[in-house]
């Protein structure tokens, strides 16, 4: 194993001190407990948006903590959930006295220990509301869930939530529409290669020289089915066929479209699969309304892409465009 580390038991940390390095003027990272905070927090009278999940996704979920999105999130170790004392802490920290939005992914470990963390923070005061992310087509269940994963519906949640909580919405009206996301969007991947946790050394798991993984999850789970490599028109058409038949989408339809690699897959690559898939939608009178194209919830080292698409209002949309400055979601600042 080839890696830019030190210690692998310390990559969360030394990674989450180097991000609060290169951008001290957005986010600040407090060690004990673990959480990233944006730089201002609490803004009093704003609905605080907080998530989180284990290391190894970035930019997911620190990588958006700023001004239009997460105002905290709390990075487990390397694919492991974090406890609910960061996860309180980070909610008292963001708490503006409009309440505080959790915004989970669906795994267990993040669910259960957000529900706690929830618990602590109303018994002393705090108004808590959750929405927990389901995108993902590929399995009903997996090694980590009950129920539908959560995969890149996560980033459009985030994104919309924290720009109506900049607009000043109150929190049963953000809640609702991170709600409305959730049940608006479908994701799915597939991996070219496994990933290589660093505390392992060695790849989460075996898939032959000219196979794929197509709907793997983001920690390394199994997916729909294992099948020989072809080429990328064939392998984007099955996953958007995948995706557009589960809600379902129509034609007529607008839509916010993510391309996000895996972590390491090259941008050439990206654009390729982002160019089919709008064929295939232009081909189905699906419209593009927006779109993001590169790394955005990855899975550390794994080769491969995951696509996500939203069904996108006039309300959504305007949301989606207002400003926000994160270390990885920037624009209109």
Request: hydrophobic residues 45%.
């Amino acid at each position: 194993m080839k890696k830019l580390i030190n210690d692998p038991q310390d990559v969360m940390r030394e990674s989450l001190a180097g991000l609060a390095a290169a951008h001290a003027d957005i986010l600040k990272v407090s060690f004990d407990p673990v959480y990233v905070v944006r730089a201002d927090a609490p803004v009093a009278g704003k609905v605080g948006i907080v998530s989180g999940g284990g290391s190894g996704h970035e930019p997911l979920h620190g990588g958006f903590v700023g001004q239009g999105m997460l105002d905290a999130a709390c990075p487990g170790q390397v694919f492991t959930s974090p406890s609910p004392d960061q996860m309180e802490a980070a909610t008292s920290a963001v708490d503006g006295g409009a309440g505080v939005l959790h915004i989970v992914k669906n795994y267990t470990g993040d669910v259960l220990n957000f529900e706690m963390a929830a618990e602590l923070c109303q018994a002393r005061g705090v108004q808590v509301e959750s929405v927990v992310i389901n995108d993902d087509v590929a399995v009903q269940d997996s090694l980590y869930t009950a129920g539908r994963r959560g995969l890149g519906v996560t980033v459009m949640a985030e994104k919309i939530c924290g720009a109506a909580a900049a607009r000043g919405y109150d929190l049963g009206r953000v809640a609702g529409l991170g709600r409305r996301v959730n049940e608006s969007g479908r994701s799915m991947g597939m991996a070219l290669t496994s990933c290589t946790v660093p505390a392992a050394g060695k790849p989460t798991f075996e898939l032959g020289e000219g196979d794929i993984e197509m709907g793997v999850g983001i920690h390394g789970e199994p997916g729909r089915t294992r099948m020989p490599h072809r080429p990328g028109k064939e392998l984007v058409a099955h996953l958007a066929e995948a995706i557009v038949a589960d809600l379902p989408f129509r034609g007529g339809d607008r839509v916010i479209a993510m391309v996000s690699g895996m972590g390491g897959t090259p941008l050439i690559e990206l654009y390729l699969v982002y160019g089919e898939l709008e064929q295939i939608l232009r081909g189905r009178q699906i419209a593009v309304a927006r779109r993001l194209v590169g790394n955005y919830i990855t899975s550390l080292d794994m080769a491969g892409c995951a696509i996500t698409l939203v069904q996108a209002d006039d309300e959504l949309l305007s949301l989606w465009d207002d400003p926000v400055l994160t270390p990885a979601l920037r624009w209109g600042m």
